[in-house]
Each structure stands twice: as structure tokens, then as C-alpha cells.
């Protein structure tokens, strides 16, 4: 039996030189592993957006729409380091309102906050956040950074006041790549989980389609850093659990927390 599951975090080729999965390939894996629907949530910006809804609705896979936002720490109209931190954060639309807020964050980021890196920060998201459901996102995203960074006071404080900014539509992101420090922050998220109240969600951040694409995927993060190969500084992702995984695959590694797996639905 299958075990359903949504794949709630995706980066297609849209997620420039670091994501490397063709819309295409994605839409046809989700349809031979019996998802009903899927996610695309590109870094930064929507530029998929409209080939990804129409070729998942023409699939008969409902297409949900996303991005995965920077966010300055300190604010996005900081061009220098005084920004802080560009943490991430996963935003889904979960109707018109939502896709119209989504694509006007998109665009003050390219327009506003664009520092190396399309940005937005949480007093914008707070203002344009009708209609969206939030993630915490990876190991980049703030309360999951905040509790490898021997900071859990600051994580709690940072999901209270999403909390109350986004009720139920907020979620905590648990991950299982392999990382030690994730093991640290699955922890953590799983214990405020629990205090607060807030539900928690199992996806992969998936980067590439199979588990063999992993090296290609470092190739082409080598031509984003100007790196090559070779080069043991390089940045890479130490690990090469991000693809597209199957629900059972997830469900072998979510199985001491299943709720996380059916809230992807």
C-alpha cells in the first residue's frame, strides 16, 4: 500500500543554479508515485509559476504554489552586512488571496530588498500574509537555526509571534537528510510543538529528482560559486538525501512521527 504524502518544499531549475528539477520530470515522478498533488516553492521568486500550474493542472495534480522566501534579519532596506542573517522561510498559497500576496512579496524582493539575494522580512510578510500557509523551512530558516545556535529562547519567542500573526496556517518543518545538527533541530521543533500547540510537517527540500542526481546537483552549485569540483572549500550540502522521495520512502523515515506525514495533506 502506498502511503500518501504531499511534498510540501520543492526547487525546480527556477531556483536558479541550485535547484535541478525540470518541471516537466516533477510532474510526471508525482503522477508514478500516486501524489494527488505537489508544492514548488522556488528561492526568491515565482518565475515557474505559471508552467508548473499549467502543466500540473493539464496532469491532474493539483498544483500548490509557493516560494521560498530571505529573510533579512534586520530588515530588507539594509544593503550592507547590518541586514543580518538571510534566513528562510517556506510561504504557500492556499487561495487567490495568498497567490496575489506571494507574487507581491516576490516582487518587493527583486525590486526592494535585493541584496546578492532577492529578500523580503517579517514585517513585510506580516503585512501581505491573508491566505498564506508558512513553514519554517530548512536548516536556514531562523527557529530551526536558532535552536542549532544554542538559542531556544529566541526560536520560542520567534514562533510565538508567528504564531499569533499566522494561527493554524503556521507549520514547523522537520527534515530527515542525514545532518547531524537536523537530529538537533527535529528536537527542538517536536518539543515546541508540543508546548505551543503549533502543527508539525515532514517534507524534504528537495533539490533533485533521484538520489543519483546528487553529484550533478554539486556540479551545478559549483558553477553558481565559481568553485570547481575539486576544490575541498566549496560549498556543498554534505548530504544527498534532497530528492524527490517516494511516501513510502518518507514514511520509513517519519515513522515516530506520523502526524507530520498526514498534515502534508
Known amino acids: 500500500m502506498t502511503t500518501s504524502f504531499t511534498h510540501l518544499h520543492v526547487h ?5 543554479l541550485d535547484g535541478a528539477i525540470r518541471v516537466s ?9 500516486g501524489m494527488d498533488a505537489v508544492a514548488v516553492t522556488d528561492h526568491g521568486a515565482m518565475y515557474g509559476t505559471l508552467e508548473f ?3 500540473a493542472k493539464k496532469a491532474g495534480i493539483k498544483p500548490l504554489v509557493g516560494c521560498e522566501f530571505y529573510l533579512a534579519e534586520n530588515g530588507m532596506h539594509l544593503h550592507d552586512r547590518s541586514a543580518g542573517h538571510n534566513f528562510h522561510l517556506v510561504a504557500l498559497a492556499m487561495n487567490e488571496t495568498g497567490y496575489h500576496n506571494l507574487m507581491k512579496l ?9 541584496y546578492y539575494r532577492p529578500r523580503i522580512d517579517r514585517q513585510t510578510l506580516y503585512r501581505h500574509n491573508e491566505g498564506l500557509i508558512i513553514l519554517t523551512a530548512c536548516l536556514k530558516g531562523e527557529i530551526p537555526w536558532r535552536l542549532t545556535h544554542n538559542d531556544p529562547a ?7 509571534e508567528m504564531q499569533k ?5 503556521l507549520y514547523l518543518e522537520i527534515q530527515e537528510n542525514g545532518l547531524p545538527e537536523q537530529a538537533v533541530a527535529n528536537e527542538g521543533l517536536m518539543a515546541l510543538a508540543d508546548e ?3 502543527k508539525l510537517v515532514a517534507t524534504n527540500d528537495c533539490h533533485y529528482l533521484t538520489q543519483d542526481e ?5 556540479v551545478l552549485l559549483c558553477i553558481q560559486t565559481g568553485k570547481t569540483i575539486n576544490d575541498p572549500n566549496r560549498f556543498r550540502f554534505n548530504t544527498n538525501q534532497l530528492f524527490f522521495k517516494s511516501g513510502d520512502e518518507m514514511a520509513a523515515q517519519f515513522g515516530y512521527c506520523p502526524q507530520a506525514l498526514s498534515n502534508t495533506l
Open 12 to 16: 525546480t531549475q527556477y531556483s536558479m
Open 25 to 33: 520530470d516533477l510532474i510526471e515522478t508525482t503522477q508514478q508515485f
Open 53 to 55: 500550474y499549467v502543466k
Open 106 to 114: 516576490a516582487s518587493l524582493a527583486q525590486t526592494r530588498g535585493f
Open 154 to 160: 529566541g526560536a520560542r519567542d520567534r514562533a510565538l
Open 165 to 169: 500573526v499566522f494561527g493554524d496556517r
Open 196 to 198: 505551543l500547540g503549533i
Open 214 to 218: 546528487s553529484y550533478a546537483h554539486e
